[in-house]
């Protein structure tokens, strides 16, 4: 991977069902990355739409959530799609949670976290879509700490989630 000499650095973040951690690094990335980065989110077997209490997390926390989706991983493997330079899988180790495998291009690494998404209890599921939104910010704030030429070095990415 090269740095793009002009234009932003194209992050996808992958789970399975694209509804809560994807879209929320995907909102917090475009949000805090300014014109360095384009975040974008997919799924290997998406949900169909965001999970409110995302949506919710995010407009409470001041980001606008217009434009956001769920959607198919092919999207990025497309004629057209854009180039993607990191992918980022999110997907956690509870529940036995597979996750997806990107074939195309782009830098790999996991920052894996727990899905918030299938918590039935409405409490406990909204205090879990905090905590994950607290963990992604964190992260993706160390992302947009690291110089340019720290971006092509697998080992610093992977070492903001350990």
Known sequence: MSIPPFGPIHVLF????NSARSILSEALLNDLG??????FSAGSSPSGTPHPD???ELQRRGHATQGYRSKSWDEFSRP?????????????NAAA??????????LRVHWGAPDPAH??????RKQAFADVYDLCR????????????????RAQLQAIAP
């Open 54 to 56: 995302g949506l919710v």
């Open 97 to 106: 949670e597979t996750c997806p495998v990107f074939f195309g291009a782009g």
């Open 138 to 153: 964190a992260r993706i704030e160390a992302l947009v700490a690291l110089p340019d030429d720290a971006l092509l070095d």
């Open 119 to 124: 918590i039935e209890d409405d409490a406990e």
């Open 34 to 39: 300014g014109d360095r980065f384009r975040a």
């Open 80 to 92: 057209g799609a854009p180039k993607i330079d990191i992918v980022v899988t999110v997907c956690g």
């Open 14 to 17: 992958l789970c399975t069902g």
